[in-house]
């Protein structure tokens, strides 16, 4: 499907949330230009069922074994309870795939992380998050499998959009859900740019446990001024992080490299409830996007799967997609 040159004006106002749509995939990311409500909103991770195991919850055990077991990853917990013993977890017949990738994970390499709820082809988790510290890695899971999911709507994108040889560069990447779902598609690499020691080596030991470091590149604050994209043959998808981000990273960007090439840029509009909105930077920052030429899009789920629609057809999304001329042949290709 096509699209028209100008879709609408670079205003973007993000309207109230509605009820919470199930984690989906789909076929491929569709181009809609109907500006109609659309009756599913953002969407959010899938939740992982517990699983009864016939077993009570590890005794004086840590907070991360609690929400392991209680997330249904009871050998995991187990594991994680029972770090520095010489005691192995038990094995389970009803143990799910994603349980007993975890578990190999916490026993081969002592560490705990936050598994993914996108899987793989053999059911388990598609990558393992690691963290800073404890109280970092317990928040990370509950919004991971209790909450609305990390990143959600990025993440949708990225698994939707990317094609090989693209590379998807996160200015605001957190713990790295974002980041490793581009580096675990069939197709391109990533880049992450953070702000402390800590965090690169915590996603530096997250790309070593979901196998695909060799497609992950961290610069840490030693490298910090040095904000330049590698060249690719493919798109470049940015994530700028809040609205307020994108007017001072595009012009860092181009001071760094003018001819930077810039795709498709992901920023967070926020909603109109959010304690912290700022209509300001969201009006400044589409407004800038809009004068370079990008058109703004939401993402939605439907009954066709994942499409980006323009941002007034949506109800309840927290992410703006920016898109470039590149991006938009590519797709109506």
């Known amino acids: 499907m096509r699209l028209p040159a100008q879709l609408f004006a670079p205003d973007v106002t993000p309207a109230e949330s509605n009820p919470a749509t199930p984690w989906t995939t789909s076929s491929g990311l569709r181009l809609s230009t109907s500006t109609e409500s659309v009756a599913v909103s953002t969407p959010v991770a899938e939740k992982t069922q517990a699983v009864d195991h016939g077993i009570d919850a590890p005794r004086h055990c840590s907070a991360i074994a609690e929400v392991l077991h209680a997330a249904g990853f009871t050998q995991a917990a187990q594991v994680a309870a029972r770090r520095g013993d010489d005691a192995r977890a038990e094995e389970w017949e009803s143990l799910a795939m994603a349980d007993a990738a975890l578990a190999r994970t916490l026993e081969a390499h002592g560490t705990v992380g936050v598994p993914s709820v996108q899987l793989g082809e053999d059911g388990a988790p598609r990558f393992i998050v690691n963290a800073p510290d404890s109280e970092a890695l317990v928040a990370a899971f509950n919004d991971e499998h209790r909450g609305n999911g990390v990143d959600t709507e990025l993440r949708l994108f990225l698994d939707e959009a990317m094609a090989p040889g693209d590379r998807f560069v996160d200015f ?104 912290d909105y700022d209509a300001e930077g969201v009006h400044v920052a589409a407004a800038v996007l809009g004068v370079l030429g990008f058109q703004h899009f939401a993402l939605a789920v439907g009954a066709e799967g994942v499409e980006l629609v323009p941002t007034e057809a949506v109800a309840s999304n927290t992410m703006i997609f920016s898109v470039g001329a590149s991006f938009l042949a590519r797709a109506n290709a």
């Open 172 to 275: 605001a990447p957190g713990l790295g859900f974002a980041v490793l779902t581009a580096a675990t598609t069939a197709a391109g690499s990533a880049m992450a740019f953070v702000e402390s020691a800590e965090s690169e080596a915590a996603l530096s030991v997250s790309a070593r446990l979901s196998a695909c470091a060799e497609r992950v590149q961290v610069r840490g604050p030693a490298m910090s001024d040095a904000w330049t994209i590698p060249a690719t043959d493919g798109l470049v998808i940015v994530h700028a992080g809040a609205a307020a981000a994108v007017a001072p990273l595009l012009q860092a960007l181009r001071a760094a490299d003018p001819a930077v090439r810039l795709d498709a840029i992901a920023w967070r509009c926020g909603t109109l409830r959010d304690a």
